[in-house]
């Protein structure tokens, strides 16, 4: 008897055109825009997570760099040739406002004679 009342309330359902509902009450097209603006939400924080990650990633690494070079007692210039890359992008690494690649990052930490990890530590 349970299953006639569902078929029969599904014939009437399709036969009015009334959009079908979820559990929240939310109509197919309304769910979907619902998880649209979710998903959307969603991404936007994760983003915003990682770049704020990034930024003190980039910071720290910067702070290392130019501590273990002066501790080193080099220039930026002897570095940055050893380094096979521009004085000024040395200077912007150190300053937390370039992203340098992990082959830039490795040459740094052999031209200043430490491990790569090192330059990772806060």
Do not use: W
């Not at 078929?7 to 959009?19: C, H, I, M, R």
């Not at 649209?36 to 924080?45: F, N």
């Amino acid at each position: 008897m349970h299953n006639a009342t569902n078929t029969s309330t599904d014939a009437a359902l399709q036969s009015k055109k009334v959009p079908a509902r979820c559990r929240h009450g939310f109509t197919t097209s309304m769910h979907h825009s619902h998880n649209l603006r979710t998903l959307k939400q969603t991404c936007e924080g994760a983003v915003a997570i990682q770049e704020q990650l990034n930024e003190g990633v980039k910071e720290t690494v910067g702070r290392n760099v130019r501590r273990l070079r002066q501790e080193a007692k080099r220039t930026q210039d002897e570095v940055a040739e050893h380094c096979g890359i521009y004085r000024t992008y040395l200077s912007r690494i150190e300053h937390g406002t370039a992203n340098p690649s992990i082959t830039v990052v490795a040459a740094i930490a052999t031209v200043l004679g430490v491990r790569i990890a090192q330059l990772f530590v806060d």
